[in-house]
């Protein structure tokens, strides 16, 4: 048996679970969540996989289940540490695994806020019914993300990926919704930083990415 994701191909959460997938050589079985018919908010999803009725949801071949994309990676990562990509430190290394989890909440807190606020205003809101775009609201996520990018351009100035001059699965975790704002329009924030725009541009090139990209782009 192999690794199970419920959740569906494009979407952004589950995009970010793939992506690690690749990266670790992990054979997985999709299973299509029915978005169209709310299967996510039905009881039986909300009691055996998501409390809060969202996608994707990792259930292993011994039946353990996990919600939350960064969790969902970062199990991956440990169970399979050895095959495919190395995209932890070493824990023995204290300080260089310490950079990871600072980079990784770069990425959760600081990254996802303004990126995830542009997602929401240009796409998500009009889909869930919740109103048309706040220009106020755009300009002040836009303003968010590129205050975190300029961030970005001193650090990848002094060092190759987010935690040092090895991939993370933290640089990973950008690319959904990394890759869903320069779509959206918003290229000029990466690329108004060299170091950014290199950065990422590393990350959209990886086999990884472009097997999840090649599934086609879906949103919620
Ligand atoms: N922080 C969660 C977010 C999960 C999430 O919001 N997933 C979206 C799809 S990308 C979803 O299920 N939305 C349905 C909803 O909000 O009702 C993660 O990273 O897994």
């Known amino acids: 048996m192999v690794i199970k994701i419920h959740g569906i191909h494009g979407t952004t959460c589950t995009q970010r679970v793939l992506t690690i997938l690749y990266e670790k050589d992990v054979p997985y079985e999709l299973i299509p969540v029915d978005w169209r018919n709310m299967e996510h908010k039905s009881e039986d999803f909300i009691k055996y ?97 590129d205050e975190t990018l300029a961030v970005y351009e001193r650090i990848l100035s002094e060092r190759k990926y987010l935690a040092g001059d090895e991939l993370t699965l933290a640089d990973l975790f950008h690319l959904p919704y990394g890759v869903m704002v320069r779509d959206l329009g918003y290229t000029s924030i990466f690329e108004d930083y060299p170091h950014v725009a290199k950065w990422f541009d590393g990350l959209m090139a990886r086999e990884s990415w472009k097997q999840v990209a090649s599934f086609g782009f879906r949103k919620p």
């Open 49 to 145: 996989f998501h409390p809060f009725g969202r996608v994707p949801v990792l259930e292993d071949d011994d039946g353990f289940i996990l919600f939350e994309s960064r969790a969902i990676a970062k199990y991956i990562d440990k169970k399979y540490g050895a095959q495919g990509t190395k995209l932890t430190p070493d824990e023995g290394d204290l300080k260089g695994y310490a950079l990871y989890e600072q980079a990784c909440m770069l990425e959760n807190i600081y990254f996802d806020k303004g990126a995830f606020g542009l997602a929401w205003e240009n796409v998500f809101k009009r889909q869930k019914g919740d109103g048309e775009p706040d220009g106020v609201m755009v300009a002040k996520h836009a303003a968010q993300l």
